[in-house]
């Protein structure tokens, strides 16, 4: 019996570590219930950044693109700035589009519609490093000097669709041989 209670002791302990690698990830809905819409006035003609900047996306993340007649592109610096794609990353335009959020970094979006960019439905993400990819903490301990803004802004529960738990690789691996060497003992 005492054996059996250190193998199930052992096991649960193996399960949480286990847990401890998962990535969560979040399914933001771009532009919340309005969708991927050109902004109705130029007061609203920046609201595209001002949901990304409202929201935090980490790798892993997705946005989801809605929109009806048109379109959404993934860009370079240059093309935003011109509001004109001669060679955009992505191109799509069946009218519901998820686009996942690979590595740390910007992205440029804009519509591929003419004249949609110039009134505003365009978009800049910054996506933060997870905490699982930084190698190490800034080298200061103040807060001032640390690679996040002072006052990073929370996803709102209205502008996420979903949040999903994906198993990352390494702590798989890392999963499974400690229960082969669990059981191996038995």
Request: hydrophobic share 35%; proline share 4%.
């Amino acid at each position: 019996m005492g054996s059996s209670n250190k193998k199930i002791t052992l096991v649960a302990i193996i399960v949480s570590l286990y847990m401890f690698s998962c990535v969560s990830s979040t399914e933001f809905e771009v532009g919340g219930e309005d969708g991927w819409i050109v902004p109705t006035s130029k007061t609203r003609g920046d609201a595209f950044n001002q949901w990304a900047s409202d929201n935090r996306f980490k790798v892993g993340d997705t946005l989801r693109f809605k929109y009806s007649k048109d379109s959404v592109l993934m860009v370079s610096e240059e093309e935003y700035k011109k509001c004109k794609a001669t060679k955009p990353q992505l191109y799509s335009n069946n009218e519901d589009t998820v686009f996942k959020l690979d590595r740390p970094g910007l992205f440029y979006f804009i519509s591929g519609v003419s004249g949609h960019c110039e009134k505003g439905q365009k978009m800049i993400v910054k996506v933060m490093e997870t905490e699982s990819s930084t190698e190490s903490p800034p080298p200061s301990s103040s807060s001032s000097s640390s690679s996040l803004p002072a006052s990073t802004p929370k996803a709102k529960k209205s502008n996420a669709f979903k949040t999903a738990v994906q198993f990352s690789s390494s702590g798989f691996v890392t999963f499974a041989v400690l229960v082969v060497s669990v059981f191996g003992l038995v």
